[in-house]
């Protein structure tokens, strides 16, 4: 009984723990399907990996140009010769010229060419790689910078406008696109009839001549320009290149390369703007000599008209232009046109002085004339320089006046005729004169009609043979 009961007990435990240990072995044993996706998975992961070579790529250049390996902070043969410099400009455009900050703004390619043996790389191709920004703050480059320059920024749309390119043997080819603003000292003693000779200077600012050689890579071929530089005020004449030597007293020597540029000023402009305007000025005061002497209004009014139209002209001449201290050339053809309108009122003016003095001599003779003749005065004088007739007949008035004129004469001639030749000539050349200036004194017009566009035209004449 008793082993019977025991029998009984252990056939219940083992029919108890029978399904977990088959499903342990179902566990332990993969199912085949399954066991060949899991592989099938991995085997595509690996793929994608090896596909995905961006992952790896900032490791695979690093490790070509060894730049873990070497200190970048140093130039290429430290210690030794110094290292050679070329550099290559492609000048894009001039983009203005400012005569007022006296300065400059140019857009351009700068490129840099030299050898470093630390970047050079096995290649059976023998093919260059290209990079962009982001590898110029892990090597060397050169710390080229601009002398008397105010602003200059690298462009950066839509990223940087750099490009590096290194060939197996270790030659960098390093290419910036960069806008600069620099002085230019400009002389203006001939403006608007100038040529500026405009310079940008390159140098380097860490590096002397014993670390560093600056040079223009393909001599004077290695300035190039846009065909289709134009400025709206000036012809480009000239572009070049040149080298020198710096010194300061503190670092030494350096190497310096210039660009530089010659520009013509276009005169037609100011020709329009300027000088016609003057011209016409200065003409317009003349038409005064051909209006009758008693209209004071009209006279007066246009010679200050011209006046002050000349005023204006000089303002906005010297608004657009630097407060230099010497004369330009446009200065004096202004001040000269405002002299001779100037000159007019001033003539205007001793016209109407040698009539009012006439007019005066006139009303005292005719007033004592009229005594005599029991005449009254028939004249009264305005003070604005023009005489009235009034309700008296001037007809008696005039018949006396020139009665006693042509007994005055007779007596003269008389008295001249008693006198020696020479006396005579002296008397009669200067009563001729005094009674000209006096008593016809409309021939100051008429010498000014012929006196000043003569003497004006002369002076043209020697302004624009000195000048062009």
Not at 7 to 24: E, Q, R, Y
Not at 113 to 141: C, G, Q
Request: one cysteine or more; proline letters at 3%.
């Amino acid at each position: 009984m008793i082993l019977a009961s025991q029998l009984v007990f252990f056939t219940c435990i083992w029919i108890t723990l029978m399904p977990n240990a088959s499903a342990v072995a179902e566990i332990k044993t993969p199912h085949p399907r399954c066991s060949s996706s899991m592989e099938q998975t991995r085997k595509q992961e690996t793929r994608m990996r090896k596909e995905d070579s961006s992952k790896v790529w900032p490791l695979k250049y690093k490790q070509i140009l060894h730049i873990e390996d070497h200190d970048f902070a140093m130039r290429p043969g430290f210690g030794g010769s110094p290292v050679p410099v070329g550099i290559d400009v492609q000048v894009e455009s001039i983009d203005s010229i400012s005569e007022v900050d006296m300065d400059f703004t140019m857009t351009f390619y700068l490129r840099h060419y030299w050898k470093d043996e630390r970047l050079a790389f096995p290649s059976k191709t023998n093919k260059s790689m290209t990079f962009d920004h982001r590898l110029i703050k892990k090597i060397w480059v050169p710390d080229i910078f601009f002398v008397h320059s105010k602003r200059s920024f690298i462009h950066d749309t839509t990223v940087e406008n750099i490009m590096l390119r290194v060939h197996p043997d270790g030659s960098v080819l390093f290419s910036v696109r960069i806008t600069v603003s620099a002085m230019c000292f400009m002389d203006f003693s001939r403006f608007p009839l100038d040529t500026q000779n405009c310079s940008l200077e390159l140098e380097s600012y860490a590096y002397n001549e014993e670390d560093l050689m600056l040079y223009w890579k393909h001599g004077n071929k290695s300035l190039n320009t846009d065909e289709h530089i134009s400025l709206s005020q000036f012809f480009i004449e000239e572009f070049s290149a040149s080298s020198g030597f710096a010194f300061y007293s503190s670092t030494g020597w350096y190497n310096r390369l210039f660009i530089n540029f010659v520009l013509r000023r276009h005169i037609f402009f100011f020709v329009l703007q300027t000088y016609f305007p003057a011209m016409l000025m200065v003409m317009l005061s003349w038409v005064s000599f051909w209006i009758d002497r008693r209209a004071v209004p009209a006279r007066v009014s246009l010679g200050i008209t011209t006046v002050l139209t000349m005023s204006t002209i000089l303002s906005g001449v010297s608004a657009s232009m630097p407060q230099v201290s010497y004369i330009k050339a446009v200065d004096v053809y202004l001040w000269v046109s405002s002299l001779f309108v100037f000159l007019s009122v001033i003539e205007y003016a001793a016209v109407n002085y040698l009539t009012t003095v006439e007019e005066r001599k006139r009303f005292k003779k005719t007033r004592k004339i009229s005594r005599m003749y029991s005449i009254e005065a028939t004249q009264a004088m305005a003070f604005d320089g023009c005489y009235h007739d009034y309700k008296t007949d001037m007809d008696q008035t005039s018949f006396s006046l020139h009665s006693e004129e042509d007994a005055l004469q007779g007596r003269c001639i008389g008295n001249l005729s008693a006198d020696s030749p020479r006396i005579q000539r002296r008397k009669s050349l200067g009563g001729q004169v005094g009674r000209i200036i006096l008593e016809n004194n409309h021939v100051i017009d008429t010498y000014s009609r012929i006196l000043f566009p003569t003497v004006y035209i002369t002076f043209n004449l020697f302004y624009w043979s000195i000048y062009v």
